[in-house]
């Protein structure tokens, strides 16, 4: 087996000095017959293509040259609102080699959003998909107050009066472009990410070549994977953690990332890729384990009794490791007769069987999702970041220790500790430089000593685990003064399986209500498995009285579990799933609260009558 890139001494200068075009030159020398991008095309016959690194040498420099041809030149921003395909990631590096600055835009982005963004960043270009993306953006380019003045068109046929990507490939063009490829600075801009806007406007937070390299870094102390490891990049580019997972460390690592333009299709491409990584933030985690009770709930009760055997072994050999302490020998033998007999069957069917590195980040991970897989013997490795500390700032590691329901310890490349009220400030080489100004200057957000207020509460045990509370803009205060984490009540209410989605509301107020919404997965296979039978769908399960009976129930027993001040008095029923497309959700599935909160008034309202 090829030995993976080290990290150290295959380049000139400090590690987190190297910049990601040394990264891509070195990796066409050392690597050039490796993979490093496969995309399945869009036709009916699904057929994969695969690119080495000595190929995406080739095709980045030619790609370069053409974007240089149209005008861009070191420290420009160019926008691109694409799904996860090849056009997107080649175009990414492509600029990156020019010294240009690529944004990524969230396909699901509101117009308004769109406009602040381009305004914010100045960009005269910006690359889209197809025509969708290009009725959008067409209207700013004779807008007076954006400087847009022209569109890539990655789509054949939809470009209409634009340029079209498949002309930008090029010959290098002479000894001038030569001299400016690659001669990025560990300082420079590497990109500018957009936050998501759960409030407000979207920030366009700056990293760097350094903090981005600071980041993989430290990363890379953290976790175990084999050499040249396979990567699935599902989310989308505009969110950190894709950044970071789907093109920043697979150029480090000179591993290979297997591109999915359509999310809902992550499970074929698991299926077929069977990789040794997975990250998925908390919902996609979530609705997995729906989809995986489902389908046990329907199994026969002797099959689903030494499915739930193997579970307790899983479970049991987990804690051993958990608390650093080596299984019995018993239980080791135990724990490996069921993993060969049940649990890698069972996770094989989902192609999840050669996963050696699970995680998750982005908000709170429900404990008992975080449980249920555990059962398995997959440990997801919970992490805390955010944009602004380049992602991960904190993370469990199989290496270094874990706690299930944390979100582990600091990463080497940044320190943390707790304000008075609880908030977590965090500090190090890879937290961003500032938010992007409209003027091209660059803000600070960091105090006289460095540290950056996250707006996340929690605390630290004395192990130097830190264990996240909630947002602080998002706590609730009641009418009697008392502080509540919504998504403490939100993740107990779901560890039932009907509840998919869980709201809280309740400021200002005496006590607490909720939204809930039906699981779309596990509540028809539990209506199944008790013998309810409707019509309508999700919407029969909602009137039906055995339904309404059981989350009654849930509600209760997860109320069991909270003090009186947390406890749900009274819920709404929803069977509608909150989602990006419709708004609830912000593209990197976390809620709008104040947008769920706006279109369920009514509702929220109605459960305060007396």
Same mark, same amino acid.
């Given at each position: ?157 939809? @470009? &209409? ?5 498949? %002309?930008? =490939?090029?010959?290098?063009? !002479? #000894? *001038? ?108 985690? @979530? &609705? ?5 009770? %489902?389908? =046990?709930?329907?199994?026969? !009760? #002797? *099959? ?307």
């Amino acid at each position: 087996m090829t030995s993976a890139p080290r990290t150290t001494g295959d380049l000139p200068g400090a590690p987190a000095d190297r910049t990601l075009p040394q990264l891509l030159t070195r990796n066409a020398r050392e690597y050039s017959q490796l993979p490093a991008l496969s995309w399945q095309s869009a036709d009916s016959d699904g057929n994969w293509t695969t690119l080495g690194w000595g190929e995406i040498d080739e095709h980045t420099r030619g790609l370069a040259a053409g974007y240089r041809a149209l005008g861009v030149g070191r420290g420009d921003h160019v926008l691109l609102m694409m799904a996860n395909r090849s056009e997107h990631w080649l175009s990414d590096l492509a600029l990156v080699r020019l010294g240009a600055v690529p944004v990524s835009v969230y396909g699901t982005a509101a117009p308004e959003q769109i406009t602040h963004i381009a305004r914010n960043c100045r960009a005269r270009l910006a690359v889209v998909e197809g025509a969708a993306q290009v009725a959008l953006w067409e209207p700013l380019l004779t807008d007076a107050d954006t400087p847009l003045e022209r569109l890539v068109v990655a789509d054949a046929g939809a @470009e &209409k009066d634009h340029f079209p990507y498949a %002309a930008l =490939l090029r010959e290098p063009l !002479p #000894e *001038q472009f030569a001299e400016e490829l690659d001669a990025a600075r560990p300082e420079d801009p590497l990109t500018v990410v957009y936050t998501s806007g759960t409030t407000g406007e979207p920030k366009g937070v700056v990293l760097t070549h350094r903090q981005v390299m600071s980041n993989a870094l430290a990363l890379d102390a953290v976790v175990e994977l084999p050499p040249h490891v396979e990567h699935i990049c599902y989310l989308p580019f505009a969110h950190i953690a894709e950044r970071m997972l789907g093109i920043y460390l697979p150029c480090h690592r000179a591993s290979h990332v297997h591109l999915c333009a359509d999310p809902t299709r992550v499970g074929e491409v698991v299926r077929k890729v069977r990789p040794a990584q997975f990250f998925g933030v908390p919902r996609i985690w @979530e &609705k997995l384990s729906a989809a995986v009770r %489902a389908v =046990l709930s329907l199994m026969p !009760p #002797e *099959q689903r009794e030494a499915i739930d055997q193997a579970f307790e072994t899983g479970r049991e050999h987990v804690g051993y490791r958990e608390r650093g302490e080596t299984p019995p020998a018993e239980l080791e033998e135990r724990y490996d007769r069921a993993r060969k007999d049940v649990l890698l069957p069972l996770l094989a069917a989902g192609g999840l069987d050669r996963v050696t590195w699970s995680a998750s980040a982005s908000a709170p991970m429900p404990i008992d999702v975080v449980r249920f897989w555990a059962g398995f013997g997959i440990v997801i490795m919970d992490a805390w970041g955010l944009t602004e500390t380049t992602g991960v700032a904190t993370s469990n590691s199989p290496k270094t220790g874990f706690r299930l329901g944390s979100v582990g310890r600091p990463v080497d490349s940044v320190e943390i500790r707790v304000a008075e009220d609880g908030e977590i400030l965090v500090r190090g080489s890879s937290v961003f430089s500032g938010y992007l100004q409209a003027d091209g200057s660059v803000r600070s957000a960091l105090d006289a000593d460095g540290w950056l207020a996250t707006g996340d509460i929690g605390r630290i045990d004395e192990d130097g685990y830190l264990w996240l509370t909630d947002r602080k803009k998002e706590m609730i205060i009641t009418s009697t003064g008392k502080n509540v984490s919504p998504a403490l009540v939100e993740n107990a209410l779901k560890e039932h399986p009907l509840i998919g989605q869980a709201l809280v509301h309740g400021d200002n107020r005496s006590y607490l209500v909720a939204l809930l919404v039906l699981d779309a997965e596990a509540a028809p296979a539990w209506a199944a498995a008790h013998g309810v039978e409707t019509e309508g769908g999700l919407t029969g399960l909602l009137e039906h009285p055995a339904v309404r009976a059981e989350v009654d129930r849930a509600v209760a027993a997860a109320n069991t579990r909270l003090n009186r001040t947390e406890q749900v008095k009274r819920y709404e029923l929803l069977a509608e799933e909150w989602g990006p497309a419709t708004g609830e959700l912000t593209p990197s599935l976390k809620m709008r609260r104040r947008v769920i909160r706006d279109k369920y008034a009514g509702e929220l309202s109605g459960l305060y009558r007396d």
